[in-house]
């Protein structure tokens, strides 16, 4: 039974004023506990930051980690940096906006959408314990302010080009930002940040679909607001939690720490109340 781990981190955009701070720190954090605590040798675990995470390379990175995948082995997919939408390539004027991840070298025009990813981890083999932890914003907000570089925290969420053109010329888009990652229907979200839902991965996302994740200044160095508190709560339980647990003690740190965002959790009900990276029974 193997154990292995694809970690992104991207602080460096081709994207002027698009820079995040805590990206690579996230991946070295998080590469530390599941050495530490989780039982993953160093060279199972594979790492694209900054100008190595680009599409092609997320992409092939991830269908390897999912294709390479047998009976008992445990999986784990984390991803810190921005997140954004895109107008779905079905919809009308933008009625509709697609959630997408953002690489290095994002291309506004072919984005590295969710439903690649659905597709994706649809194909997992049977037996196969995969994690997916995804540490940026998918949020619909318009905002596009500018912060200094040295601000405190700041969302890791992208504004579209269509959204900024929408905004400047006093229009807004239509309809909302449809998401395939997660398969809870909004209803269900709403009564709870920890959902039953049958998707073959145990889902982990940053915040509510009406919130950012933060990329900020926490214990003296710049960090993802989520992965620092899930590192805090593992390193607290050595590694051995269950998934309920360790998102109530990380709901309760972001808290404690004035952080507005709530994680949210999705997965079969044997999953949520598992163990964190256990195998499959």
């Known amino acids: 039974m193997a154990r292995k781990a694809l970690l992104i981190g991207i602080n460096r955009y081709r994207i002027p004023g698009a820079d995040l701070r805590g990206c690579v720190n996230d991946v070295t954090n998080l590469s530390r506990v599941l050495v530490d605590l989780c039982g993953f040798a160093k060279g199972d675990i594979k790492v694209l930051i900054d100008e190595n995470a680009t599409q092609v390379a997320m992409q092939k990175g991830i269908r390897a980690l999912v294709s390479g995948g047998r009976k008992g082995d445990v999986l784990l997919l984390h991803y810190s940096g921005h997140g954004a939408n895109v107008p779905d390539a079905d919809g009308d004027e933008a009625d509709r906006r697609d959630?997408?991840?953002?690489?290095?070298?994002?291309?506004?025009?072919?984005?590295?959408?969710?439903?690649?990813?659905?597709?994706?981890?649809?194909?997992?083999?049977?037996?196969?314990?995969?994690t997916v932890i995804m540490d940026c914003c998918h949020s619909g907000s318009n905002t596009r302010a500018l912060f200094p570089p040295d601000a405190k925290r700041v969302p890791r969420y992208l504004p579209n080009p269509w959204d900024i053109m929408a905004e400047e010329s006093g229009?807004?888009?239509?309809g909302k930002v449809q998401?395939?990652?997660?398969?809870?229907?909004?209803?269900?979200?709403?009564?709870?940040?920890?959902?039953?839902?049958?998707?073959?991965?145990?889902?982990?996302?940053?915040?509510?679909?009406?919130?950012?994740?933060?990329?900020?200044?926490?214990?003296?160095s710049y960090n993802g607001a989520l992965t620092y508190a899930l590192t805090t709560v593992l390193r607290e339980a050595k590694g051995r939690i269950g998934h309920r647990d360790l998102h109530a003690k990380v709901l309760a740190w972001?808290?404690?720490?004035?952080?507005?965002?709530?994680?949210?959790?999705?997965?079969?009900?044997?999953?949520?109340?598992?163990?964190?990276?256990?195998?499959?029974?």
């Not at 984005?111 to 049977?126: A, G, I, N, S």
């Open 179 to 220: 998401g395939s990652l997660r398969r809870a229907s909004p209803a269900a979200r709403k009564r709870g940040d920890a959902v039953t839902v049958d998707i073959p991965e145990l889902l982990i996302t940053g915040c509510r679909d009406t919130q950012t994740s933060a990329d900020a200044h926490i214990g003296g």
């Open 254 to 281: 972001l808290k404690r720490e004035d952080f507005e965002q709530v994680p949210q959790l999705e997965g079969r009900k044997a999953r949520l109340d598992g163990d964190f990276l256990a195998p499959l029974a």
């Open 171 to 174: 229009r807004k888009l239509r």
């Open 99 to 130: 959630e997408i991840l953002c690489p290095h070298d994002l291309d506004w025009k072919k984005p590295l959408t969710d439903d690649w990813l659905r597709t994706t981890f649809d194909r997992l083999r049977v037996g196969v314990s995969m």
